[in-house]
């Protein structure tokens, strides 16, 4: 059992530790009793190797969860063994599908001395650079060819179904988008508009591309990335592919 000393500890350490690394972090601690948060943390820990060994062995009785504001988090737990320090890894983002994981190498955690400075400058120089670049590349997955938007610019993007869609988009956009049909994947935050009615879906681009317009926001429809380059005008309908596409089974 984790006495208060032990918890303590584990709270204070996270919180010199988030508030040493590179951009903002915030620390938050989960005790003992909070059983069904640490359940679905531990499923969500992104390691293969050093710390999956050990909640092999040490089911995970606390932890503090370091979050960043992008939604990056890092998850500190004790070590059970002999040696001071904590373990330290990533979280997976719990927002995007299994698919986007197929193929990105897991940025493996690392064990930590007794020491949150010095612990700070050895997650910032190897775990973060690791986890970094395994979010972008699922975040790219999780895209699928959709082109990113920017925050001048909303991006179209045409799909093989028929449909459209655009990822990210800011809230004033956002909004735009819903009110002309655009229906938002909640997990993926992903914006679509279905190409069932081509002639409906036409007169809700072009009124989009005017009121985004409006806004000082430019638009661009185009083709996956590698095909058509985009354009600063506002959106024009192409002819409808009349290709389709099945959705790939989720796995994982």
Known sequence: MHDHHTSERL??????????LP??????HLPADAKDDL???????????????SLAEHPLQQAAVLSRQDGAQLVLLDRNDERDGFL????????LPDEAFRGVP???????AD??????????????????????QVRHNALGGILLSQPD?????????????????DDRAGAILLAHGFVQDPQ????????????????????????????????????PAGRTAPTAAPASVPPVPTSTHTPATRAR
């Open 11 to 20: 709270a204070s350490y996270a919180d010199v530790l988030a508030g040493e």
């Open 23 to 28: 951009d903002s972090w915030t620390s938050s």
């Open 39 to 53: 359940a679905e943390l531990a499923d969500r820990i992104w390691d293969l190797d050093l710390v999956a060994a």
């Open 88 to 95: 330290i890894a990533a979280v997976a983002p719990r927002a």
């Open 106 to 112: 897991e940025p493996n955690g690392i064990a930590l």
């Open 115 to 136: 020491d949150p400075f010095l612990s700070a400058e050895q997650v910032a120089g190897d775990l973060l650079a690791r986890y970094d670049a395994a979010l972008a």
């Open 153 to 169: 610019r909303v991006v179209l993007t045409w799909q093989p179904d028929g449909s459209v869609a655009a990822a990210p988009v």
């Open 188 to 223: 993926s935050g992903i914006y679509r508009l279905g190409g069932d009615d081509t002639q409906a879906q036409a007169r809700a681009l072009r009124e989009i591309g005017g009121r985004l317009d409006a806004l000082g926001i430019g638009t661009a429809l185009q083709h």
